[in-house]
Structures are given as structure tokens and as C-alpha cells.
């Protein structure tokens, strides 16, 4: 398998697609986690700071993500973090700025993902986001009409919620909860331990 990712790796980082866009900066982000795991996640593209560090969810929406599996019992290396485009999408004057893949991006890039899929032969796939939902299913959606039920890629139950980004953005603990709603139906579809207090998070107090 590590030789298979290694040539995937040098296959991304020259993907002619991605790089004739002319949309997109240089740096390629892969992966990062245990490629022998059962549970896959995959975001939309790399962002500021997993640009600088060349690893996915670096930031504080992977700081939010690392708070999310360790709520589950996981870890970044306990499962494959890994993003629909590999390189971040530019923008003119570009600093710490981001923005969202176009549709042309992600198609550019999607032989890609889906080829690492074949390779990491996940049990289950977390999509991050609209973006990542919208481009692995082929669907047009928001995230609020695809999560809450499980979705299936070529025989892959895909599970789709908001980006760790999107809770950052909100304190609401009723869009918390239904992150974490997604998160304990991935934890009972794939037969991992769910305690009475686990259930319990982010649950309105009484």
C-alpha cells in the first residue's frame, strides 16, 4: 500500500488536470494518518497554514477536527485525513486568505481522491463539507439536505456533514449537535463503543 500512496503522491504533485487550470498555487498537499484504517475523512483543500506545513487540517479547523475524534475515542493517526483538491485555490494578492475550490477544480482533481479511495479501501468515508459532499457523490446539495443519513460510493457508506471550519464559525450548540449526530451514527455503523455520556454531548440542559 505505502507504494501505492507514494506513487499516487507523485502522481498529484505533476496532475497535469489540476495544473493547466492555472487556478491553483504550487504546493501539493496529500495526506496525513494511518492509510491501514477503516475510517477515511476528506475535506474540500488545503487552506493557509496546510499549505506552510504541507499536511491537511493543520489549522484551527484541524485543531476543531483533532477536539471531534478524540470526542469519539480516535486520533489523527487512528484514521485518514485527507482533502478533495490537493492544492489550495489561489487568490490575487494572496496572504492568509482562502477561498472554496470551483467546480472546475474539483473535477480537475477528483481522479485523484478517488483513486486514493481504491487504495485506502476505507469501511467509511466522513465528507467535510459541502464541497467534498457534493464533489465524491455527485450530488447537488447543501450540507443541511445530504447529512443525517448515509450516503454510498461504490459500496462505501459516506457520511456528510458541516466543515470543523463551519463550527467555528457557530456557537450554536444545536449545529454542534448535529455534527456530532453524524459522528455517533459513523461510531454505531462501524461497531465502535458508544457511551451513555458520549450520547449525551451537546445535548440542550434541561
Not at 496532475?15 to 484504517?37: E, Y
Not at 467546480?103 to 481522479?111: M, Q, S, V, W, Y
Amino acid at each position: 500500500m505505502e507504494e501505492k500512496l507514494q506513487y499516487l503522491r507523485d502522481l498529484a504533485q505533476n496532475w497535469k488536470p489540476a495544473r493547466d487550470l492555472n487556478s491553483l498555487r504550487d504546493t501539493m498537499v496529500f495526506a496525513t494518518g494511518n492509510p491501514h484504517t477503516q475510517l477515511m475523512l476528506i475535506g474540500e483543500a488545503p487552506g493557509y497554514y496546510e499549505e506552510v506545513q504541507r499536511e491537511p487540517f493543520v489549522g484551527r479547523a484541524g485543531e476543531k477536527l483533532d477536539q471531534i475524534l478524540k470526542a469519539m475515542g480516535l486520533s489523527r493517526d487512528m484514521v485518514y485525513i485527507s482533502n478533495i483538491v490537493k492544492f489550495r485555490p489561489a487568490l490575487p494578492n494572496q496572504r492568509t486568505n482562502n477561498r472554496a475550490p470551483t467546480p472546475e477544480e474539483i473535477e480537475a482533481c477528483l481522479p485523484i481522491i478517488m483513486h486514493e479511495i481504491q487504495v485506502i479501501q476505507p469501511k467509511m468515508i466522513i465528507a467535510l463539507g459541502g464541497t467534498a459532499a457534493v464533489g465524491l457523490l455527485g450530488e447537488q446539495g447543501s450540507v443541511s439536505s445530504m447529512r443525517g443519513r448515509f450516503h454510498d460510493l461504490n459500496g462505501i457508506p459516506v457520511r456528510v456533514t458541516y466543515h470543523p471550519s463551519y463550527l467555528l464559525r457557530s456557537d450554536n450548540p444545536r449545529e454542534k449537535r448535529k455534527v456530532w449526530e453524524d459522528m455517533l451514527a459513523v461510531m454505531e455503523r462501524m461497531g465502535m463503543p458508544v457511551s451513555e455520556k458520549q450520547r449525551g454531548y451537546f445535548l440542550p440542559r434541561e
